[in-house]
């Protein structure tokens, strides 16, 4: 397995993890962060790229229900989770 990914979360996700409260934030960004650390890049049922778009380029489902969107700097290898709901 190769070096593992930064995972940074941008200021409107944060707000948008603040929503959910402390403790549902907590889980869904520490699942988020196992998850996005280990392969970004993945492509799975829970993991795709989106078409362009402005606001990120993949997405990323969580537990079924809930999902987030973010980018991926493979020169970096850094992910920035930009939105979550």
């Keep these: 397995m190769g070096m593992s990914w930064t ?3 941008n200021e409107s996700a944060i707000d948008d ?5 402390r403790k549902d934030g907590r ?4 699942e988020a962060d196992r998850r996005l650390s280990a392969e970004p890049l993945a492509e799975t049922r ?4 989106l078409r ?3 606001v990120a380029q993949r ?4 537990f079924g229900k809930y999902g987030g969107l ?11 989770i930009v939105l979550v709901g």
């Design 7 to 9: 995972v940074t979360v």
């Design 59 to 62: 997405e990323l489902r969580l």
């Design 46 to 49: 829970s993991m795709k790229t």
């Design 52 to 54: 362009p778009n402005p």
């Design 70 to 80: 973010f980018n991926a700097d493979t020169e970096s290898k850094g992910v920035t």
């Design 27 to 30: 889980v869904l960004l520490d």
């Design 17 to 21: 993890l603040r929503w959910f409260g």
